[in-house]
């Protein structure tokens, strides 16, 4: 038995070869265990004799067992590297490389200039309530400025926001009442605007609330300016403009001298000089108290810009819907950003 099994073993080709020869000797009906099992029939005198021999032959095959074993996985890995193996003359396969889409770039470095200055980062839902995006702002029902941000309504109550003012009220609400706010709030935002070359029904927005004791509309003016002149990384003047927002008061927008011709006028500008590039002002009183803040105590202003006007700007990129169709050979242009 010995004999023969060490044959077997010796000439077993595979892993599963020798798991059989194991279950043929040494499995529970195996003949090595048949031997075993068998002692019970012989006599006192030949028990000791028989079983020590079958432990030796037990232990025996079962080191040659193990040895096998090893050779083969050792040369079972051996032929898998021999046929895995890596030809590093091969000519490479490029991979087409991404880029930031300009849009996104604009957008990260509107938030960096205003980390900058100490802003931190808030952001609220795209599907918001008509409370938020309206009520809450000074905007009823019936108020003529809803006319200005003509929805997509999901239900009566709840609509895809018209821009990131909403953001305004839901953090002073989570601050209760505690100053200073300081966030800006970045996000999409949707209308029933028709596509043209400035318009888009779905675009980007960027927020921006302070909320503090003695804020006062030079602040405004000033970070403003400053932010202006950081993003667009020249000198620059800026003027403010009555306006008009519910949610604001007094209400502006804010121009730039424009940067294609530095104010001479040019088409950019349609020969004024100037491009608007915000809308601001002093947060509205009833804002303030309906989110919970004392507005005998604090002030607050707040702006929102459209960060594609912007990168039309920057870049001048003259359709704001060649942010939207992704074509590569216009998002290619931005690779390095
Ligand atoms: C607002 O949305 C106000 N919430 C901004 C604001 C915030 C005022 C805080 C005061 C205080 P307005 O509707 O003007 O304002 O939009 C702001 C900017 O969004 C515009 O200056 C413009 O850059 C951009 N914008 C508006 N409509 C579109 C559109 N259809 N496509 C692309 N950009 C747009």
Redesign the pocket.
């Known amino acids: 038995l010995k004999k023969e099994a060490q044959s077997l073993i010796a000439a077993a080709g595979s892993p599963e070869e020798l798991k059989q020869l194991r279950v043929k000797y040494l499995g529970k009906k195996g003949e090595l265990t048949a031997v075993l099992r068998g002692m019970k029939d012989l006599s006192p005198e030949e028990r000791p004799v028989v079983g020590s021999l079958a432990n030796e032959v037990r232990s025996q095959l079962e080191q040659w067992m193990e040895t096998k074993e090893r050779e083969l996985s050792e040369s079972l890995l051996e032929a898998r590297l021999k046929t895995e193996a890596v030809d590093v003359t091969l000519p490479a396969v490029s991979r087409p490389q991404g880029g930031i889409h300009p849009l996104s770039a604009v957008i990260e470095e509107i938030e960096d200039i205003f980390i900058g200055m100490g802003f931190t980062v808030a952001e609220g839902p795209e599907v918001e309530l008509d409370s938020y995006n309206f009520e809450a702002l000074n905007i009823p029902k019936d108020h003529p400025a809803r006319d ?2 003509d929805s997509f309504y999901i239900t009566p109550e709840i609509l895809l926001r ?4 909403p953001v ?1 009220v839901r953090t002073m609400e989570e601050r209760e009442g505690q100053v200073p706010v300081k966030v800006i709030c970045p996000g999409k ?1 949707y ?1 029933r ?1 028709n596509d043209d070359a ?4 779905q ?1 980007t ?1 960027v ?3 302070v909320v503090d004791r003695g804020i006062a509309m030079s602040e405004l003016h000033g970070i403003l300016q400053e932010f202006a002149q950081k993003l667009f990384d020249m000198t620059l003047d800026t003027r403010l403009r009555p306006s008009y ?1 519910p ?2 008061e007094p ?1 502006v ?1 804010m121009d730039i001298s424009c940067v294609q011709c530095g104010g001479s006028g040019c088409r950019m500008c349609k020969q004024t000089g100037w491009i ?6 002093m ?1 509205h009183p009833r804002v303030l108290k309906g989110a919970g803040y004392d507005s005998e105590r604090y002030t607050g202003f ?5 960060p ?3 990168a039309l700007l920057k870049y001048g990129i003259d359709d ?1 819907r060649q942010f939207y169709t992704n074509d590569l050979k216009f998002l290619r242009q931005f690779q390095t950003l």
């Not at 018209?162 to 003012?165: E, L, N």
């Not at 400035?198 to 029904?201: I, K």
């Not at 608007?276 to 002002?281: D, K, R, T, V």
């Open positions: 200005m941000q018209t821009h990131t003012s305004q935002v209308r605007d400035t318009h888009s029904h675009f927005q927020e921006g609330l927002f949610f604001t209400s927008e608007e590039i915000l809308g601001a002002g947060v707040a702006f929102g810009m459209g594609e006007r912007i704001i």
